[in-house]
C-alpha cells in the first residue's frame, strides 16, 4: 500500500515541491484547501494532477478532524501559515490564531483521530507530523551560525506565532510520545515563491526593467542578511525528518549567507543591469524591528540525515531571474500563473 501524506498549505511554495517530491516516492497526496472559491485552487489542480484535495481551514478544529478522519494519512505536514512577515505586525491576531493556534489544531485534530487519550502513549503506528517552524524565531540572534540549540529572540508577530508552535511541537512529542517534529527551515526561494519577499520582488523588478515594463524597484532594507536556498531542496528534509528512526529537530540551511544587497547586485548583473540606476530605497518598507543576520549550521541535518542543499545563491537568483524574463516576455501574470514550469 503507497504511505499516505496529507500537506496543509498546498497552494503555496514549499507545498508544490513536497506534493512533487512525495508523489515521486510513491506517496498518495492530499492537500488541504480553504475557503469556498479559492482562487489558487485552479492552479494546484493544473499543475499538481495526482494530488487530491481535501475542505480544511487552520482556523476551524472540526474541519480538521474531518480531514483526518477521511484521508486517514501516516504523515501529516503542516506548512500553512500567514507567512509573510510584515503582515504579521498589521495582523498581529489573525497570525497568531493561523500560525501559531492552527498548529494546536492539526495536532489535536491528529491525537483525537489516532485516538491518544494517556499520557505518553505508545508510537506505534502513529501518524507522524512536520511542523513548518522557521529560522525568524532566532530573530535578534545570540549566536552565529545557528544551530538546533541557539536560544530563540523573535523579533516579530509571526516568529512569536512559530515559536508557540515549535514548542507545542515538541512538547506533544514528549507528553504523548507522538512522532512530531519541527524543520527549523531557513530562507528558501524558487521561480514559484511568492511576488512579496525580497527574492521574487527582485527577480520580478529586474524583470519587469528589462523588457521596459518599469524603470524603478523600491526596495527596504538593503544590509540585512539571509541564508537563502532553493525551495526544492529543502522538501527533501522534511521528508527525510519524517522517515528517520527517531522524532527530532533539525535546523536547515545552507551555511551561507548574503545580505539584501548582493541578493540585488547579482540579479540585476543576470540581466546585464546596473543596480545602482534603478534600485530606491524606500525607508517606509523598513520593518518595526529586523532580523539582521540568519545564517545556519546544518551540520546535524548533514549528519543524521545525509541532507546537502543542490543549488547555490548564485544559480539560485540567475534561475529566478531568467524564468521570470520568460513568463513576462509570454504574457505571464505573475499571481496567476506563477513560474511553475
Ligand atoms: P506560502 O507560499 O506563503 O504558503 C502558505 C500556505 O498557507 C498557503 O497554501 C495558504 O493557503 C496556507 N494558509 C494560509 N492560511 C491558512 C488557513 N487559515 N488554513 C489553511 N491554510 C492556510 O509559504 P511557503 O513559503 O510555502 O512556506 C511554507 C511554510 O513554511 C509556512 O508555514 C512558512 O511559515 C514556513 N517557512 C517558510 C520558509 C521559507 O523561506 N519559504 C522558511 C521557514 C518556514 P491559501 O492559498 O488558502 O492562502
Ligand atoms: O523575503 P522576506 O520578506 O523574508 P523574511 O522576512 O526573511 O521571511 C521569510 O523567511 C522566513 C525564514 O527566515 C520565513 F519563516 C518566512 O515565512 C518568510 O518566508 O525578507 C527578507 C529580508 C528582510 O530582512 C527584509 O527587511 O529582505 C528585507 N527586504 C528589503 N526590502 C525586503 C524588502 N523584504 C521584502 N519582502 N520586501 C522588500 O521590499
Redesign the pocket.
Known sequence: MARRALI????????SYLAEHLLSEGYEVWG????QA?P?VPRVRRLLQDVRLVR????DQGSLISAVEKVQPDEVY???????VPMSWEQAELTAE??GM?VLRVLEAIRVCSGITASRGSSAGQIRFYQ?????MFGQVRETPQTERTPFHPRSPYGVA?AYGHFLTQNYRESYGMFAVSGI?????SPR??AEFVTRKVSLGVARIKLGMAAELRLGNLEARRDWGF?GDFVRAMHMMLSAADPEDYVIGTGRTHSVRELVEAAFAAADLDWERHVVCDTSLHRPAEVDLLCADPKKARTQLGWEPTVSFEELVATMVETDLRLLADGGDPEQDSSWA
Open positions: 496543509t498549505g498546498i497552494t503555496g511554495q514549499d507545498g488541504l484547501v480553504r475557503g479559492n489558487r480544511g481551514d487552520l482556523l503542516n506548512l500553512g501559515a500567514i507567512s509573510f493561523v500560525t492552527g513548518a517552524s522557521s529560522s525568524e512559530k527551515l531557513f530562507n528558501h526561494e515563491r511568492g525551495a
